[in-house]
């Protein structure tokens, strides 16, 4: 994402289509029923198969010339604005994305809407063992 004013870079996202398994337990009945609409659901285990658009990459720039000039909130914004563009398009609902299991930053994204459904396991780049929490919100 680029500044208007003199092209700095303010930071990026990068947006794929992934398959997802949500477990329909965290959610309303009306989440459930437009989870429903658009996804194949086991009944029996109550969990939905499903593509989604994962926001991926999510990082500001914290140079000099950059810091302060974009929010996390219009950053997070531009992200999702992209999303509907690609859901007028190609279609879909869900958004998510996967965040350190860290309360500041899980509060930021359940601030816009992202709702917690699962967590994944993942190794650093030292090879350390590390959880994500998976959030996921409809657009």
Same mark, same amino acid.
């Given at each position: 994402?680029?500044?208007?004013?003199?092209?700095?870079?303010?930071?990026?996202?990068? %947006?794929?289509?992934?398959?997802? /398994? /949500?477990?329909?337990?965290?959610? @309303?009945?009306?989440?459930?029923?437009?989870?429903?609409?658009?996804?194949? %659901?086991?009944?029996?285990?109550? %969990?939905?198969? &499903? $593509?989604?658009? !994962? %926001? $991926?990459?999510?990082?500001?720039?914290?140079?000099?010339? $950059?810091?302060?000039?974009?929010?996390?909130?219009?950053?997070?914004?531009?992200?999702?604005?992209?999303?509907?563009?690609?859901?007028?398009? $190609?279609?879909?609902?869900?958004?998510?994305?996967?965040?350190?299991?860290? /309360?500041? !930053?899980? @509060?930021?994204?359940?601030?816009?809407?992202?709702?917690?459904?699962?967590?994944?396991?993942?190794? @650093?780049?030292? @090879?350390?063992?590390?959880? &994500?929490?998976?959030?996921?919100? !409809? /657009?």
């Amino acid at each position: 994402m680029l500044s208007l004013e003199d092209a700095e870079l303010l930071g990026y996202f990068s %947006i794929t289509i992934k398959p997802l /398994v /949500v477990r329909a337990e965290p959610f @309303s009945n009306t989440v459930k029923r437009k989870l429903a609409r658009f996804s194949e %659901i086991d009944k029996g285990e109550q %969990i939905y198969n &499903l $593509a989604a658009y !994962l %926001i $991926a990459q999510l990082g500001k720039n914290y140079n000099d010339r $950059a810091i302060g000039r974009i929010t996390g909130k219009e950053f997070l914004e531009a992200a999702i604005r992209q999303i509907q563009a690609l859901q007028y398009q $190609a279609g879909g609902m869900v958004a998510f994305v996967e965040a350190e299991n860290k /309360v500041k !930053l899980l @509060s930021f994204y359940e601030s816009y809407g992202f709702k917690q459904f699962d967590t994944r396991q993942t190794v @650093s780049k030292e @090879s350390e063992p590390y959880e &994500l929490v998976q959030l996921l919100r !409809l /657009v």
